[in-house]
Structures are given as C-alpha cells and as structure tokens.
C-alpha cells in the first residue's frame, strides 16, 4: 500500500513570497490533515479535512494560509505571503474513517529567508 | 481541551540499558493515546496506541506503553537500548468520541543512545 506522498521535500523562499505544498493521502482515507512542526516542537494541527469538506481549521492563520482539497483527494497547502516564523516541516496525514491511526508523510521542510 | 507533556527534552542511555520515556496527558474525555516516532528527514511512525481494554500495549521494535488513568500517564519503555533507538519520540492524544485519529502532540523528547 502506498504511503502519504508530498512535495517537495525541501523549499527554501524568501520572506514576502508564496508557496505551495501538495499532499497525496492513503487511497480510500477521507480524512486528511496538515500539520505544523517548527524546530524543537511536536507537530500542531493547522487544518483537517473530512473528504473535501473543512472540519477544523482553528488554528490555521487565515491571513495568510489557505488550504483546499477539492475533489476529496490531493490536498495543497499554500502560504501568502511567507514570513521568517513559517519556517518549519509541514506534514500532511491521513486516516480512514474506521481507522484511529493516522499515516504521516514525510514532509516537507519550508525554509523562509 | 486536550494537552501533552513530556518530561524530558533530551534523554541519554547506555545501548543495553532500560529507555523510560515519559508522558501525562490531561483530557476532559476518555482519551486515546500514541507514541510516534520520528528519525531525521522524516515523517511520523506510529509506535503503538491505547484505545481501550488492556493497559499494557506493545508496540514495533520492543516498545511497549502503559495507560495509568489514576496517574493520566502513558510512559513508554523498552528493557534494552540499541543504537537505532535514536530519534525522537512523540507522546499524542486524541478525543475518543471525536475523531480518534485528530492528534494533539507533547514538545517531544530526544533519545540519545551511547555506546
């Protein structure tokens, strides 16, 4: 079975800059989730997904971070415009509906300049 | 709400001796609770989970956690080190009447294991 796919794995921008991330969660999982991990932190959740629906989105910064998952499927994160504290990994997880376990992909690692 | 605390940033062992990493938690509703481990440059990997029924749980490559409600602690521990045991280990809780697989994280804790 494949995993959760992401990319890129590494992108480094400059501050004022936008960017994108993409996941591709397990087939079949209708639940999907990004997740912020800044250096020397456990990972805290920006936004979760049930098919292509918004489920939780309280703690993602909404002036500059914007999530979609259009068809229920992939998912792109993307920040507009980046500043220097949204260096950090971004992981996307998903889980199925009968499934307490979620699937990490592995990252990826935003670097703001 | 829900919360995770890791006593503990960094520990250091002995390859051989016993690893004990710590975890409490704090949940207003029965909790399920995780540990994922995390090697460099990449993402989680789930160790074990506490749903329900047995306290004790085992997990992959000789861990094993248990639940203590009366101590809200979920310590992981694993009787002998090995040098690939390094990494770092997330302790996470989720709300059992919720989505179980929503994950709320402790800071993490940094094993070192020496020779």
């Known amino acids: 079975e494949a995993g959760v796919a992401q990319s890129p794995r590494y992108k480094i921008i400059e501050k004022r800059q936008s960017v994108a991330f993409w996941c591709n969660p397990i087939?079949?999982?209708?639940?999907l989730y990004w997740y912020q991990q800044i250096l020397g932190q456990g990972p805290k959740l920006l936004i979760q997904f049930q098919n292509n629906g918004v489920v939780d989105d309280s703690q993602l910064p909404k002036d500059r971070f914007s999530a979609e998952r259009l068809k229920g499927v992939d998912s792109t994160l993307k920040i507009q415009p980046a500043k220097l504290e949204d260096s950090a990994v971004y992981l996307c997880?998903?889980?199925?509906?009968?499934?307490?376990?979620?699937?990490f992909g592995q990252g990826t690692r935003l670097t703001v300049v | 709400a829900q919360s995770v605390t890791q006593l503990g940033s960094h520990v250091s062992v002995s390859e051989g001796a016993l690893v004990l990493l710590r975890c409490n938690y704090s949940s207003s509703v029965p909790p399920y609770l995780f540990w994922y481990v995390q090697y460099p440059n990449q993402g989680l990997q789930l160790l074990l989970k506490y749903t329900t029924g047995a306290t004790l749980v085992k997990g992959i490559n000789g861990f094993e956690a248990e639940f203590k409600k009366s101590e809200t602690s979920f310590h992981l521990t694993k009787p002998s080190a090995h040098m690939s045991d390094a990494a770092e280990y997330f302790c996470?809780?989720?709300?059992?009447?919720?989505?179980?697989?929503?994950?709320?994280f402790g800071t993490g804790t940094r094993l070192q294991v020496t020779l």
């Open positions: 997880a998903s889980s199925s509906t009968r499934n307490t376990e979620a699937f």
């Open positions: 996470a809780v989720s709300d059992a009447a919720g989505t179980a697989s929503k994950l709320t």
């Open positions: 087939s079949g999982h209708a639940t």
